[in-house]
Structure formats: structure tokens, C-alpha cells
């Protein structure tokens, strides 16, 4: 009999599994539809509470909409830690933290008013769309592009250390130049110019009105240029490298330069040996 109920549950469990974490299986597509329709929901009702004139007239409706939604999204949350064959490895993962932190902020707000704000991280959760949708080779150039940036990390490091001390002598440059009276009150805010300007935002809250000022001015502004288009480069070089496969010439035309996961010369057709 014990054995009985334990099968019961066991088969249950799985049931539960295959609609939830069954992405193949026509329930799995439903489920993860329905999911992903809530959630766009969500974020949209969030987003209409922060307009005061909405507020004011439908504010009892948006929030009875949250707390609904909130409700199914902890119920589901309950349901894959239930379901899931390693719980811990859900619970643990980084869709399963998202999953709670998205239901967080409802429950917050009652003891922090405002924080419900909060509830817009529901957008991570959108990424089971690519799941849901068979987007896999978007995981691919996703988890290329994540690699490129990592092996960036240092050479972009180096790089701000440069423009750091670049911003650091200009606005304290621009603050013995133009002084005080000019708006250049102290060296942290003639920094703060530096920056705006350096990176071609340009507030305008502070401006030269010296003609030297005006020719350092022009000096950052060009350097902005450049700066900018640096980490960009950067970036590239080593997404373009992580691409390219360092091998060995193909034995057939000698070419190099193959793509990471080709087994044969795409000029000759020649099998790439061992180092290819």
C-alpha cells in the first residue's frame, strides 16, 4: 500500500515535470506559452502603476492584477522546486533565483511601500522565451559573445585606468584654467566635466567660456571620439579570435584561418588533422 501511494506521487511528480520543465511536449509549449503571456503582463501592470494618473483611477484593479500574478508566479515557483529532479541545482541555478527574486518585491512592498517596482527583473524570466522558442543558436552567440567579453576583461581594465587618469588631469587642468567664476567650482566637478564631455554627452551645465578653456575643451571632445570606439575594438578582436581557429596549415592548400568546429579545409575539402 505505501508502495502504491509512493508510485502515485512519483508519477505525479514526473506528470508535473514533463508539463513544466517539458519544453518538447505539446502541455510543456502551453504551459510555457501561458508563462511567458503572464509575465509580459506582469511587467506592463508594474509599469502602468508608476503613471500617477492611472493610479489614481484604476489603482485597486492594477493591484489586485499583482497580486494575482504574483500568486500564480509563487505557485508555479513551488511547483518546479517540487517537480524538479535536483532541487537544489533549480533552486541554486540562475533561473531559479530569478524566478524568486521576481516574486520578492510583491510580498516586500508590504512591509517597504514602492518596492513593487522592483517586480520589472520578471523581464529575466523572458529568457525561457528562447527555450520556448528553440532559439538555441542565440544561446550559442550569446555564450560567445559572454566568453569574448571575459577574455576583454583585463585589456578593457588597462583601458579605463587610462581614461580615469586622462579625466582626472583634464578637469583639474580645466579647473586652474577657468576657476570659479566660471563654474568650475572645485576639481571633482571639473572632473565631472571631463566626463560629460569626454564621452560626448554634454550636458551643459558647465561650459568654458576662456578661450584656452575652449581649445582643452575641443581636445577632450576629439579624444571622446576615440575613446569610445576602443573597448568596441577590443571586444571584437577577441569575439573575431574565438572564431577563428589557430591551427595548423591544412595539408592539401596550405590555408589556415578555419572556423572553430571545422573538420575539413573549406577551400579543399581536406581533412584538418589533430591541431586543426
Partial sequence: MASSSRDSVDTWRHQIDVVIFGHDTPAGKTFDVVLLVAILLSI????????????????????????????????????RIYSAPKRLSYIFSFLGIVDLVSIAPTYLSLFAPGSQALSTVRALRLLRVFRVLKLVDFLREAEELTTALRNSVRKIIVFLGAVVTMTVIMGSLMYLVEGQENGFTSIPRSVYWAVVTMTTVGYGDIAPHTVLGQFIATIVMILGYGIIAVPTGIVSADLVQGRIHKAALCEGCGASAHDKDADFCKHCGNPLGENS
Fill in 44 to 79: 506592463l501592470n508594474v509599469m502602468l502603476e508608476s503613471v500617477v494618473s492611472l493610479q489614481a483611477d484604476y489603482g485597486g484593479v492594477i493591484l489586485v492584477v499583482e497580486w494575482c500574478l504574483t500568486v500564480l508566479f509563487t505557485f508555479e515557483y513551488l511547483l
